[in-house]
T-cell receptor, first 112, second 113 residues
Framework: EAGVAQSPRYKIIEKRQSVAFWCNPISGHATLYWYQQILGQGPKLLIQFQNNGVVDDSQLPKDRFSAERLKGVDSTLKIQPAKLEDSAVYLC??????????FGPGTRLTVT | KQEVTQIPAALSVPEGENLVLNCSFTDSAIYNLQWFRQDPGKGLTSLLLIQSSQREQTSGRLNASLDKSSGRSTLYIAASQPGDSATYLCAVRLSGNTGKLIFGQGTTLQVKP
């Protein structure tokens, strides 16, 4: 069974530029999560989808971050404009009915 | 507000030692607790998941315990090997929530040959 796929794996941008990350969850997993992991810290949930709908986006900086999950499968997370403090690893995870979460390899973002 | 703390932040041991990693949480109303392993530049790999009704889970050389009343969990690694070197993260899922995990900051383990 294929795992959670993410791309790109690495991205370097300048501040004020925009960037987008893509995630393809495990087939059949209705719940999808985006986490932000700053160096030396544990991951922090940014947004959670159940199928197409947003379940929790309470910690998403909505002035610059947006996310969508079209057709209840793939998801994209966008940052516009990026700030230096957005440098982090962005992890996507999926689960079946909100149970055990399976994580992708992450996208490492560096904002210069 | 649920807070998860892991101590120590870093640990270095010689190969073959048994070791314990600690995780504490402030709200005992959890649905489950999960231990993950993270290798440098990689995603998270789930090691053990303990439901709130369970006291421990075992997988190979790993044993995780859960004491909800005291807000503590431990991950015991027997006969450590250099390949165990990684960051270990614990995460709790709160009762009644949608599956959101609250993570500790991790313990970085180095096992020296």
């Amino acid at each position: 069974e294929a795992g959670v796929a993410q791309s790109p794996r690495y991205k370097i941008i300048e501040k004020r530029q925009s960037v987008a990350f893509w995630c393809n969850p495990i087939s059949g997993h209705a719940t999808l999560y985006w986490y932000q992991q700053i160096l030396g810290q544990g991951p922090k949930l940014l947004i959670q989808f159940q199928n197409n709908g947003v379940v929790d986006d309470s910690q998403l900086p909505k002035d610059r971050f947006s996310a969508e999950r079209l057709k209840g499968v793939d998801s994209t997370l966008k940052i516009q404009p990026a700030k230096l403090e957005d440098s982090a690893v962005y992890l996507c995870a999926s689960s079946l009915a909100g149970n055990e979460q399976y994580f992708g390899p992450g996208t490492r973002l560096t904002v210069t | 507000k649920q807070e998860v703390t892991q101590i120590p932040a870093a640990l270095s041991v010689p190969e073959g030692e048994n070791l314990v990693l600690n995780c504490s949480f402030t709200d005992s109303a959890i649905y489950n607790l999960q231990w993950f392993r993270q290798d440098p530049g990689k995603g998270l790999t789930s090691l053990l998941l303990i439901q709130s009704s369970q006291r421990e889970q075992t997988s190979g050389r790993l044993n995780a315990s859960l004491d909800k009343s005291s807000g503590r969990s431990t991950l015991y690694i027997a006969a450590s090997q250099p390949g165990d070197s990684a960051t270990y993260l614990c995460a709790v899922r709160l009762s009644g929530n949608t599956g959101k995990l609250i993570f500790g900051q991790g313990t970085t383990l180095q096992v020296k040959p």
